[in-house]
């Protein structure tokens, strides 16, 4: 019981751990750096397939407070006037908690198929 808790916190942990980098790290630079859609997507599915639980759905919410001090992205010439990051955070969760629910039931879906 205690070893699958923490495997639970480690997953919750690394896929906060890895969407702040990116929330931070990319999101803030004002670079448009489209490769990292697969990416941000395999997390969301990971997270559903790792947790195997409906209230992983709403840990991309989170991200959206954890977002909030970020303020706004650099001003560059194509990005004149940018929304502040938690904006377009909680227009990625739209798409995140889908995702997360597809893994959720991927998971479950296999688990029951290997069952019977």
């Given at each position: 019981m205690i070893a699958n808790m923490r495997y639970k916190l480690a997953v919750v942990l690394g896929y906060f751990l890895v969407m702040t980098w990116f929330i931070y790290g990319e999101m803030n630079?004002?670079?448009d750096d489209i490769w990292l859609s697969p990416f941000i997507v395999l997390a969301q599915v990971a997270l559903g397939i790792g947790l195997n639980r409906w209230w992983a759905a709403?840990?991309?919410l989170a991200l959206v407070v954890i977002a909030i001090p970020a303020g706004l992205p650099e001003i560059?010439?194509?990005n004149a006037?940018?929304?502040p990051l938690f904006v377009g955070v909680a227009l990625g969760a739209v798409f995140a908690v889908p995702l997360v629910l597809i893994g959720v039931i991927a998971r479950r879906v296999r688990a029951h198929w290997l069952a019977s």
């Open positions: 630079t004002g670079r709403l840990l991309p560059t010439p194509s006037e940018p929304f």
